[in-house]
């Protein structure tokens, strides 16, 4: 049984340029949430996807978007990166319609480091 | 709003000792709290979960914690440390009352063990 994947493991970029990650969710799962851990700190969490359509979003400017596919992956696209971007991008899936009590199970998440 | 606190950044516990890691939540409506651990270089594993069942909650590798409602409390322990558990651990909130469906994570300890 997939858990969930997320590619790709790392990535460099500078500063001005976009960048899209991605996150498969664990099967039969067909919520998916992404959040942002900057070094040595909790996840902060960017936005949740469920049924195609963003549900609910974090404190992240526009510049975060994303987008839910039928097969329920995902993307994460950042426009206009920042030095502030560098962090690790985690991508959390769930089921039941992602209700509260319903535990997210995380991939391993993508670095992004901005140069 | 709710929020997370993890009392300790780092903890340092002997090979064979016992293992108590703090968090306290601020809800008004005892939420959905969960424990997660994080190793190196990986995504965020589920340890335990705390939906409003038994305030004692058992998890995997040992791990157990008590909500405790009048002190607002889910504190994670464990009986005897091994030197496999250094990793660090996150609390998480997810609000109950407001059927919103994000995680809200605390800071993060990190547990060292100590041979």
């Known amino acids: 049984d997939a858990g969930v994947t997320q590619s790709p493991t790392h990535l460099i970029k500078t500063r001005g340029q976009q960048v899209t990650l991605r996150c498969s969710p664990k099967?039969?799962?067909?919520?998916v949430s992404w959040y942002q851990q900057a070094l040595g700190q909790g996840p902060q969490f960017i936005f949740q996807y469920y049924e195609e359509e963003e549900r609910q979003r974090g404190n992240f400017p526009d510049r975060f978007s994303g987008h839910q596919f039928p097969n329920y992956s995902s993307e994460l696209n950042v426009n206009a990166l920042l030095l502030g971007d560098s962090a690790l991008y985690l991508c959390a899936s769930s089921s039941g319609r992602g209700t509260a009590n319903q535990p997210q199970h995380f991939g391993d998440g993508t670095r992004l480091s901005i140069l | 709003a709710q929020s997370v606190t993890q009392l300790g950044s780092h903890v340092s516990v002997s090979e064979g000792a016992l293992v108590l890691l703090r968090c306290n939540y601020s809800s008004s409506v005892p939420p959905y709290l969960f424990w997660y651990v994080q190793y190196p270089n990986q995504g965020l594993q589920l340890l335990l979960k705390y939906t409003s069942a038994a305030t004692l909650v058992k998890g995997i590798n040992g791990f157990e914690a008590e909500f405790k409602k009048s002190e607002t409390s889910f504190h994670l322990t464990k009986p005897s440390a091994h030197m496999s558990d250094a990793a660090e651990y996150f609390c998480a909130v997810s609000d109950r009352a407001s059927g919103t469906y994000k995680y809200i994570f605390g800071t993060g300890t990190r547990l060292k063990v100590l041979a």
């Open positions: 099967s039969g799962h067909d919520t």
